[in-house]
């Protein structure tokens, strides 16, 4: 029933941001779009294909761990999303290709107009057929008065290796703006050769009951989830192995005494699934890259490397 839902609604979406619609007429608002195809050529993933419309685009791939697996940033000029701004990202990897997606800074929904146009991010990622996938963007901030929309779509195989994170950010609390209206839906979907395998739904109203109850946020202004699949050597193990470690990291435990970060680590079967909560961002991002140093040589195969563009 969940599929089903989702499918009607990813219809609908395809519809509102399809070339020839017209969803926010007299409206100043972008339709972007961005896609990739990689393929691999004498052990090397080059980027075959980069089309893009409007504001949405990549620098050239960099290689700073070889030939076989570049990092890829993908660059928003604008920097946000305002009233109509629609957002598509289609990426996908050809047979045996590898490639780390990243975007250089956090990606932002501001307040919509009067009106209560819609902005919309859909993402697409098919690595089916692909060695490795790894899309490690930095945070979304949602502004008070927003009413966003973001669908992450993983197409996968069951021979499929992959890490995705996502982190969400409900307002500005350090600049005591929190997200007392607006709204904001996330959909996070996998298929697994052509069957769904996850389904994950977040909405969430200014102000409304979802903020402060257990089932919710509880009281929290940030969240993010960690996807890794799949694990094929026994699961359970490596999933307490990554438990432990998390747990034993004196980094991530100082911050969860001193920046409330509250996190759990569970599993679907061989997928991975780590999902945290917090009232900042950063205790989230940490978190997220220890988890991603600890899976990343289990799944893919290396050790982490983090994108230079981090440190910047």
């Known amino acids: 029933m969940l599929a089903e839902q989702f499918t009607d609604k990813n219809k609908h979406a395809e519809q509102e941001l399809s070339p020839g619609s017209s969803a926010v007429t007299g409206a100043r608002n972008w339709r972007a779009s961005l896609t990739l195809n990689l393929t691999k050529e004498s052990n090397r993933t080059i980027l075959k294909q980069a089309a893009h419309q409007g504001p949405l685009r990549v620098q050239r791939p960099f290689y700073p761990e070889g030939a076989q697996r570049p990092h890829i940033y993908i660059l928003h000029p604008p920097g946000g999303l305002v009233c109509g701004d629609e957002i598509e990202i289609d990426a996908k990897l050809e047979h045996g290709a590898e490639a780390l997606l990243t975007t250089p800074s956090a990606g932002k929904i501001y307040r919509t107009d009067a009106a209560g146009h819609r902005q919309c991010q859909t993402v697409r990622l098919n690595c089916a057929d692909a060695q490795s996938l790894e899309w490690l963007p930095q945070e979304n901030i949602i502004y008070d008065g927003a009413e966003g929309a973001q669908t992450l779509l993983l197409e996968t195989s069951a021979a499929s290796r992959f890490i995705a994170w996502e982190i969400t950010a409900l307002g500005r609390p350090a600049a005591d703006a929190p997200f007392a209206s607006g709204a904001f839906t996330q959909t996070t979907r996998i298929l697994r050769d ?22 919710g946020l509880q009281g929290q202004q940030v969240y993010g989830s960690l996807l890794a699949g799949y694990v094929q050597d026994s699961p359970q193990k490596r999933l307490q192995q990554c438990r432990e470690a998390l747990q034993a990291n004196t980094a991530i435990a100082a911050l969860g005494d001193s920046k409330d970060l509250r996190w759990t680590l569970t599993r679907k079967d061989d997928l991975i699934i780590l999902r945290a909560l917090c009232q900042q961002s950063e205790p989230i991002k940490r978190l997220f890259m220890a988890a991603w140093s600890l899976l990343r040589p289990a799944l893919i195969g290396v050790e982490s490397h983090p994108p230079r563009i981090w440190a910047t």
């Open 194 to 215: 052509s069957a769904p395998c996850f389904f994950e739904r977040v909405a969430l109203r200014g102000e409304g009951p979802g903020f402060q109850e257990p089932w």
